[in-house]
């Protein structure tokens, strides 16, 4: 058999724009990137480029060249082509790995806020259940490998309202400290999830 398109593709280096992330395909995912970085790749008009840029991978940030398919390759950027930022992401786009991370972090830390104080046997088993599903099928594969090593050292506590809170609290400030924002106070979990501020901006 012939060389494939794919396999002549798979010798060249290419770049990629800062922040996009591969999946475990070895493609750019585009739920485990940000809009803002996603949205220069399709812009991506110059399929051989070859420049050094940081790219993150379900390993972590990564400072080098990677070998990519035809696909791939077809949106790598030129170097002269600077990253586009705070474009207006329109509203029916699917979810990139930032609003999908809100919109998880609020079901989940919502789910935990109205938990019962004490949880009954089937409660703790769904609720474990959920949580356990998670590393497997969240839909940005980095954070999900992240979120299962993080779960492996430390078991989600489902045994009532105020331990599971923390527990979520803990590991969203996990995601934060790795993401370079500041930790979020676990004391505080209950006025951003359930009561609101002590000001009533929110009654
Ligand atoms: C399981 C999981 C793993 C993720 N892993 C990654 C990853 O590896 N890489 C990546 O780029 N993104 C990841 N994300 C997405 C990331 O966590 C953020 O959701 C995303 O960057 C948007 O951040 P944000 O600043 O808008 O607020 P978010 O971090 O989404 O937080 C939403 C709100 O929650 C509150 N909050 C913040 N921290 C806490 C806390 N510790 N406890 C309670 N409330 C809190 C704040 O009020 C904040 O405004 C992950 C998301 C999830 C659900």
């Known amino acids: 058999m012939g060389t494939t398109n794919n396999e002549e593709s798979t010798s060249q280096t290419q770049k990629l724009p800062p922040?996009?992330?591969?999946?475990?395909?070895?493609?750019?995912?585009?739920?485990?990137t940000?809009?803002?970085?996603?949205?220069?790749?399709?812009?991506?008009?110059?399929?051989?480029?070859?420049?050094?840029?940081?790219t993150t991978?379900?390993?972590?940030?990564?400072?080098?060249?990677?070998?990519?398919?035809?696909?791939?390759?077809?949106?790598?950027?030129?170097?002269?082509?600077?990253?586009?930022?705070?474009?207006?992401r329109p509203d029916n786009c699917p979810p990139d790995v930032e609003q999908l991370g809100r919109a998880t972090w609020s079901f989940l830390h919502t789910t935990a806020a109205y938990?019962?104080?004490r949880a009954d046997p089937t409660q703790a088993r769904h609720m474990y259940s959920l949580l356990s599903a998670l590393?497997?099928?969240?839909?940005?594969?980095?954070?999900?490998?992240?979120l299962g090593e993080c779960m492996k050292r430390n078991p989600p506590d489902v045994s009532g309202r105020a331990a599971l809170s923390?527990?979520?609290?803990?590991?969203?400030?996990?995601?934060?400290v790795r993401l370079g924002?500041?930790?979020?106070?676990?004391?505080?979990?209950?006025?951003?999830?359930?009561?609101?501020?002590?000001?009533g901006s929110c009654d």
């Open 135 to 146: 590393p497997t099928l969240y839909p940005c594969s980095h954070c999900a490998s992240h």
């Open 57 to 88: 991978t379900t390993k972590g940030p990564v400072n080098s060249q990677h070998t990519i398919d035809p696909i791939s390759a077809s949106l790598a950027i030129a170097s002269a082509i600077p990253p586009i930022i705070d474009l207006p």
């Open 19 to 32: 922040g996009v992330v591969l999946g475990p395909d070895g493609k750019p995912c585009k739920v485990c």
């Open 181 to 199: 924002k500041p930790s979020f106070d676990c004391n505080k979990t209950d006025e951003r999830w359930k009561d609101g501020p002590l000001d």
């Open 115 to 117: 938990y019962p104080e």
């Open 34 to 54: 940000a809009f803002r970085h996603w949205k220069p790749l399709k812009n991506m008009t110059t399929p051989k480029a070859a420049a050094t840029t940081t």
């Open 166 to 176: 923390r527990w979520l609290c803990e590991r969203h400030n996990e995601v934060n």
